[in-house]
C-alpha cells in the first residue's frame, strides 16, 4: 500500500495488523515497542514492515541533521519557516489553518516523511511557559477549531498528524519533575478539547508529555492514557511517549501505552517481563496491533517522496505570509498612528532581531529559507528614509517622524521565560516611547509580556509573534497600511504576572534558568503543581476575579471599523441546537477582515461558571461599505458544562446570554434563548 490521501478505515487496518501479529515473534514484538536511531521505528523486513519515520513538526518541518550524535539524511534542501502556532491562532482563520498545515504536509511528502510530530495544543495557562509559541492560545474553543483545521490539513495530504502533549503540560519548568494536579471538570472542560476535536478530525496519533499527572508520568499512566484518552475520547489509534519520559516497563505496557521513543529504556527488559508473567504477550500484541494499524491505514509502510511537492515551495512561502498577515494582532494605535506614511523623512528602527529570523528555539525551529529581514522589508517602503541604529541618542529618537522599536523574546522549549523583559531592554523601550510619542514597539514573542511601563506612552504596539521566514514582509506592510491588520489575541496578556491564574507555579523558592537543564533536572524533586484556579483559565479568569487586563483575549485592532446589527438567535433542529445570525458592516475607509466572536453566558447554574467562553467565531473580508450576514451554528456543546456528579456533559435548562462581539470585552449585541 503506497502513501494515500484516502485513508483506510479503522476495522480494515484492525484486520490487516492481527494478520500480521499472529506471524510475529515475541523478539519481534518487543523490539516494534520502542523506537530506532531517535526518530524511527523498527523494521521487520521479512513482513514488509518497513521502518517509519517521524519529524518535528508543528510550524513547519524541523529538518534533522544531526541528534545525539545520530546523523540523519538529508531529506530536503530546505523547508519553509510558518508563523509560530500561536500566531496562526491569532488568524482565527480555519481555512488559513487548513492551508498552513496542507503546506507542511505537502513538504513532508518532498522529503518522505510519514508522520509529524505535531500539532501542538497546550493550553496558556501563563506567559512563562516556553512553549506556548509552539501552542494554540488559551481558550480550549479556538485550539479546538484550529487543531480541527490543522489535522485536516494534515492528513489530507497522508501525513499522520500527531496531537501532543497529552496531558496538562502547561509548563518547561524541570518538565519532567512537576506533577500536574488538575480537577476533573477543568481536564474537560479546559486541557482536553482540542484534543477531542483532533480526535475527531481523525487524527492518527498521540504523544503523551513530560510531566506526571495525578501522581503518574502521563506516558505511563493508565489513568491519562487507557482512562481519558481511550475510553473517553474515544482515541483507537497510535500513542507514542515523549522523548526519554517514562521509567517502568510494567506501567508503560499496562497503560495503554504502544510505542516508547526514542528507543526502548523503560521497556528494555520487556522480555523478562513477560516471562516473569509480569506482563503478558497479550499486552504487547495490543500495542504493536495499535501501530501497525496506524501506519497501515496511512499508508505510511510506504511512504515515498513526492517530487512534485518540490515544486510547491513558492505557494508555501506565500502561505506563510498570508498567515503572518492575518496573525499580526494590532494592539494600541493612538490617534491613528498607524499606518505610517511612506513618504516620511526619517523612519528610526532600533532594537533587537532586525537581521535575524525572529524564531521560537526547540523542536520545533525551522530554519526556513529567503528569510526576509525587518530591516529589508522596511527599506522596501522607506528606503533611504529607513534609518537603523542600534542605541539611538536622545536626540535622534526625538527627531524622527516615528520610531520603531522591535523587541525579542527567547522563547524555547526546556525551559520557562520570564513575564518582564530584561532591564536593559525595558528601560530601552520606555526611553524611546517617553522620547517620542510616535513610537511604534514590535513585540516578537511566543506569549505575553510585561508591557506595563510602556504601554501608555507607546503611540503603537503591534504584537508580531515570531512571525515566520516572510513575516517582517508583513509586519511591513501593516505598518505602511498596505495591510489592514486582522488578528485578534488568543491570549490574555496581564498587568503583571502575578495576576494570571498559573503564576504561582514555580516551587516556593526557586526561579526561572534558561537552556536545556536535563541533568540538573533528574536531581529536582518531583513539585505538585495545584491547578487551582479549576476551570478558570485566561479570560475566564481575569473576569471571574474582576481583574484587569493590559489587552483581552480576542483584542485586535483594525485600520478601519466595523459596525454589527440584527443578531437573531432561532432554535435549531437538533437538540440544544441555536441558530445565530448577525449582520457586519465596514464603515471605515478601508477593505478589512473582523472576526465575529459568539460568547456563551449561563447566568444561572448550579455549579459555577465562567461569565462567558467563547462558543463560536466567524472571520469574514469586507470592502468599506460593505456589509454580510454571518450565520454561526451554536451546538449543545456550547451550552453544556461538565457535571463532575453526574460524570457527563450537562445542559442545565434555562436562559442563556449569547453576546456577540468583537474582542471578549468589545461585546455589541447580546440576545437570549432559552433552553430545555
Ligand atoms: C519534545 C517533543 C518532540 C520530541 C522529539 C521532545 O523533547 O517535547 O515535542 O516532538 O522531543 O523531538
Known sequence: MSSTLSPIDFESSRQWAESIVSRLTLDEKILLIGGKDAFFTHPVERLGLTSVFFSDASQGVHLLEEFKGIRYEKRLERSTQFPCMAMLAATWNRQLAMAYSGAIGEECRAAGIPVLLGPGMNIYRHAQCGRNFEYLGEDPFLAAEMVRSYV?????????????????????????????????????????????????????????????????????????????????????????????????????????????????????????????????????????????????????????????????????????????????????????????????????????????????????????????????????????????VEHPDEAGLREADAVVFNVVTEDSEGWDRPFDLSPEVESAVRRAVRLNPRTVVLINSGSGINTSGWTGDAGAILFTWYHGQNGATAVAEILSGAVCPSGKLPVSIDKRFEDSPGSGYLPEGESLYSGWQDELEKT?????????????????????????????????????????????????????????????????????????????????????????????????????????????????????????????????????????????????????????
Not at 497522508?158 to 506533577?179: C, M, P
Not at 521497556?267 to 496491533?289: F, H, I, P, Q, Y
Open 152 to 388: 485536516k490539513g494534515l492528513q489530507s495530504k497522508g501525513v499522520i498528524a500527531t496531537l501532543k502533549h497529552f496531558l496538562a503540560n502547561n509548563t518547561d519548568y524541570f518538565r519532567r519533575r512537576s506533577d500536574s494536579l488538575v480537577d476533573e471538570r477543568a481536564v474537560r472542560e479546559i486541557y482536553t478539547p482540542a484534543f477531542r476535536a483532533g480526535i475527531e478530525a481523525g487524527a492518527r496519533a498521540v504523544m503523551t508529555s513530560y510531566n506526571l499527572f495525578a501522581g503518574e508520568w502521563c506516558g505511563q499512566s493508565r489513568e491519562v492514557i487507557h482512562g481519558l484518552l481511550r475510553s473517553e475520547l474515544g482515541f483507537q489509534w497510535l500513542v507514542m511517549t515523549d522523548w526519554w519520559s517514562v521509567y517502568d516497563g510494567v506501567k508503560v505496557i499496562q497503560s495503554g501505552q504502544d510505542l516508547e521513543m526514542p528507543a526502548h529504556d523503560a521497556t528494555a527488559d520487556a522480555r523478562r517481563l513477560v516471562e516473569e508473567g509480569l506482563v503478558s504477550e497479550k499486552d504487547l500484541d495490543r500495542m504493536v496491533l495499535s501501530q501497525l494499524a496506524t501506519f497501515h491505514s496511512m499508508g505510511s509502510y510506504d511512504f515515498r517522496k513526492d517530487p512534485e511537492c518540490l515544486e510547491k515551495f513558492e505557494d508555501h512561502g506565500a502561505v506563510a505570509l498570508q498567515a503572518a498577515r492575518e496573525g499580526v494582532v494590532l494592539l494600541k494605535n493612538r490617534d491613528a498612528l498607524l499606518p505610517l506614511s511612506s513618504t516620511l523623512s526619517r523612519v528610526l528602527l532600533t532594537g533587537s532581531g532586525l537581521d535575524a529570523p525572529v524564531v521560537g528555539g526547540g523542536s520545533a525551529k525551522v530554519e526556513g529559507w529567503g528569510h526576509v529581514s525587518l530591516r529589508d522589508a522596511m527599506l522596501k517602503v522607506w528606503g533611504d528614509a529607513l534609518c537603523v
Open 524 to 676: 529536582q524533586p518531583i513539585h505538585p503543581l495545584r491547578y487551582e484556579e479549576g476551570i478558570f483559565v485566561g479570560y475566564r479568569w481575569y473576569e471571574h476575579k474582576g481583574i484587569d487586563v493590559q489587552f483581552p483575549f480576542g483584542h485586535g485592532l483594525s485600520f478601519t471599523e466595523f459596525e454589527y446589527s440584527d443578531l437573531r438567535l432561532e432554535r435549531g433542529k437538533e437538540a440544544h441546537e441555536v441558530k445565530l445570525r448577525v449582520s457586519v458592516r465596514n464603515c471605515g475607509t478601508c477593505a478589512g477582515a473582523e472576526v465575529v466572536q459568539v460568547y456563551v453566558a449561563d447566568p444561572e447554574s448550579e455549579l459555577e461558571r465562567p461569565k462567558k467562553e467563547l462558543k463560536g467565531f466567524q472571520k469574514v473580508m469586507l470592502h468599506p461599505g460593505e456589509r454580510k450576514s454571518v450565520d454561526i451554528v451554536l451546538d449543545r456543546s456550547a451550552f453544556a458544562y461538565w457535571h463532575p456528579e453526574r460524570r457527563d456533559w450537562y445542559v442545565e435548562p434555562g436562559i442563556f446570554r449569547v453576546l456577540v462581539g468583537s474582542s471578549s470585552v468589545d461585546i455589541r449585541l447580546e440576545g437570549t434563548i432559552t433552553l430545555d
